[in-house]
Structure formats: C-alpha cells, structure tokens
C-alpha cells in the first residue's frame, strides 16, 4: 500500500527532464516515490507532449529523509511506473546552495 509522506522538514530537489513531442493537450500527475519507504514524497504537473523540445527544471521540496527518489506515474493497476524522460537530482552533499564551480578555490 503507498503512502504520502509528511514534511517535518525538508531538502529541495530538482526535477528535470525533456517533455515529450507530439500533439497531447492533457496534464499528467508525475509522482516523487520514496523507494526505501513506498511512500509518495512530491509530485509535479506537466504537459502530456509539447509541439517542439522544452527541457523542465523544477524544484521540488520532500522530506529530508527522503532516500532513494524516482518519478513517475501509476497504471490502472495502482503499480509505479518509472518514467523515461524525468529523473530527481538531490542536492549535492558538503557544497552551499548555488554554489559554482570547484570547492575549495
């Protein structure tokens, strides 16, 4: 059974990915799961398909004991679907936030 997880307190995450192409109107639900756990951490909304190439960065808080992160859907069946195209990126460890560059320069 999936759960959602509650957010006592949280890290940002990024979503990124190229959207489909075609001719698609609707929105898809695209779930952040928690492998470790089974639970539903985030979710983000996009374009079933757009007419030409549109890369997406988005951020995304989850809990900050999130472990190991995918993103997808769920077919009819309640089973997860990892998606081809999206991934999560966790923040990078021992780096400030918008750090650039090589540490210790």
């Known amino acids: 059974m999936m759960t959602y997880a509650t957010l ?13 192409i075609g001719d698609a109107t609707e929105h898809i639900t695209y779930f952040i ?6 639970a539903i951490v985030g979710q ?3 374009p079933a398909a757009v007419k030409r ?3 997406v960065a988005i951020t995304v ?3 900050s004991t999130a472990g190991s992160l995918a ?3 769920f077919d009819d069946g309640g089973n ?4 081809g195209f999206l991934r999560v ?13 090589p540490s210790g320069r």
Do not use: C, W, Y
């Not at 006592?8 to 990124?16: I, K, L, N, P, Y």
């Not at 799961?33 to 089974?38: E, G, S, V």
């Not at 997860?80 to 998606?83: V, Y």
């Not at 990126?89 to 560059?101: D, F, H, K, M, W």
């Open 33 to 38: 799961l928690d492998a470790a756990k089974n």
């Open 8 to 20: 006592s307190t949280g890290m940002d995450v990024t979503v990124r990915g190229v959207l489909p």
């Open 89 to 101: 990126e966790a923040p990078a460890v021992g780096r400030p936030s918008g750090a650039i560059g």
């Open 61 to 63: 808080k989850v809990p």
């Open 44 to 46: 983000v909304i996009l």
């Open 53 to 55: 190439s549109h890369a």
């Open 80 to 83: 997860f679907q990892a998606s």
């Open 71 to 73: 993103i997808g859907t």
